[in-house]
């Protein structure tokens, strides 16, 4: 027998961070090229830099 869920569970948005984690996902499975910062805790301290030409801003929505 499952265990019933709570009601209000339903009605729970999906997080910003799993939005753009699958967006970065869609994207690389597309061929296009990701400079993803790993949204979320890193497991490891770390220097990253880039050229600010490449940067640029996705909407998700």
Known sequence: ML????????GVKESA???INLKALQMRS???EVYH???GQSSCP???SMPRS?????SIR
């Open 3 to 10: 265990p019933a869920l709570n009601p209000l569970i339903p």
């Open 17 to 19: 961070t799993r939005a």
């Open 54 to 58: 490449k940067l640029k801003v996705i």
């Open 37 to 39: 910062f790993g949204f």
């Open 30 to 32: 597309e061929g296009r």
């Open 46 to 48: 770390h220097r990253f």
